[in-house]
Each structure stands twice: as C-alpha cells, then as structure tokens.
C-alpha cells in the first residue's frame, strides 16, 4: 500500500550515459514533483506536473526532461550525466493544484544517484 | 523570496532531555508552514504544519510546534528526546506551488 514509490532505489552509473528515474503515486493526487537533495541534504524542487502539464519548471540543465504520461506518474529522464548530477532525488505528490495552500507534499524515499 | 532558516545545523541532546529545533521565516501576509523528518537514507515524513487553525500545533511522535508572528517563528519542540529521534528535520514553506525548504537541522540523540 505504498503511497509513493520511486525505482530504483540506487542508481551508479558512469559519466556520459543516460538514465531514468520512474515515481508512481496511488494516492489519486493531481500534482507531482521532482526535489533534488545534495550532498549538504539541501532540498530544492526542479519540476511540478499537475494532470500531466507542466507547472513548475525551476532552472534546471535541460538534460533533465521530466515525462508524465498520466496524472499517477511522474518520471525523470537525465541524459549526458555529470559527477554534479550525484544527489539523491526525491518525487512527491499533493492532491491539487496549488491548492489548498496548507496541503502536504508526500514524498517517495528518494533515488540515490551516483555517477563515476 | 518565501524562505525559512534553520537556525542550527546540528543539535544534541541527550535521551529524556527536551529538544529544541529553530525556524525562523521570512515575514509574510499568511505562511503555510511545515516540518518534515528524515530518517537515514530514508524518504521524508511530515511531523506537522502550520494552517492557521491555532498556533500550537501538534504533530506526531510526540512533537509540536509553536507559530509566533511577532517573532516570525515556528520552532519544533519535543519534552523527551528519545533515541530513534536522530534524523536530519527539515522546516519548509509553501512558495507557490512548491515547498521552500530550510538547510536541516541534524539532530543527535545521546545515552
């Protein structure tokens, strides 16, 4: 009954390849997300999907290219990784758009990404 | 920006002593406010939030926190620190559609 999952749960791969990261929510939320925790736990969002659009796009390589191909998923798909990509990232879900300004965030238990 | 800092990076206590985890945010008409934990090389989990319902808020595991306007504050509080307690919090506010976080607080539970 897992609310949100991400996979995989690690990530190690070399310099250069392309890789993705997959996050389903079956709590029948309507907006997603994409945080990016480094190596000092800094948290910071990158990308929000609501219904499948595209609503939050902070300033983020464009070798991250974020796919929902309906409201329960959201994937992160990096190509030409970098050592800088190394983080572990987490996907959340919040019922609607904006919302409910008090609304809470679910989070998966993140993707730790290593790159050699 | 809609920004909180966390006044401490790292906090120890010792079990059965209080804890103290400091947030202050950057004034603003109504802030939506939240606490989360992280517990090692896990995924994080809310403690509590804010919603103008009352400024004592209560969360779980024993925690609570306090939104002070004038102080433009919302430390979390804990009368008995208790072992599983260690993790990495988190204070965040709501800007725009998603969270703003603080830099952590690690907290550390002595025997």
């Known amino acids: 009954d897992t609310a949100v999952s991400q996979t995989p749960k690690y990530l190690v791969t070399q310099m250069g390849n392309d890789k993705s990261i997959k996050c389903e929510q079956n709590l029948g939320h309507d907006t997603m997300y994409w945080y990016k925790q480094d190596s000092k736990k800094f948290l910071k969002i990158m990308f929000s999907?609501?219904?499948?659009?595209?609503?939050i796009n902070e300033t983020v390589p464009n070798r991250f290219s974020p796919k929902s191909p309906d409201k329960a998923h959201l994937n992160l798909h990096i190509n030409s990784l970098e050592l800088g990509d190394s983080a572990v990232y987490f996907c959340?879900?919040?019922?609607?758009?904006?919302?409910?300004?008090?609304?809470?965030?679910?989070f998966g238990p993140g993707t730790r990404l290593l790159v050699l | 920006a809609q920004s909180v800092t966390q006044l401490d990076s790292h906090v120890s206590v010792s079990e059965g002593t209080p804890v103290l985890l400091r947030c202050n945010y950057s004034s603003s008409y109504s802030p939506s406010l939240f606490w989360y934990v992280q517990h090692p090389n896990k995924g994080l989990q809310l403690l509590l939030k804010?919603?103008?319902?009352?400024?004592l808020v209560k969360g779980i595991n024993g925690f609570e926190a306090e939104f002070k306007k004038s102080e433009t504050s919302f430390h979390l509080t804990k009368p008995s620190a208790h072992m599983s307690d260690a993790a990495e919090y988190f204070c965040?506010?709501?800007?725009?559609?998603?969270?703003?976080f603080g830099k952590g607080t690690s907290l550390l539970v002595t025997p």
């Open positions: 804010y919603t103008s319902a009352a400024t």
């Open positions: 959340a879900s919040s019922p609607s758009e904006g919302g409910g300004f008090f609304e809470t965030q679910y």
């Open positions: 999907y609501n219904n499948k659009e595209l609503i």
């Open positions: 965040a506010r709501r800007g725009g559609y998603a969270l703003n």
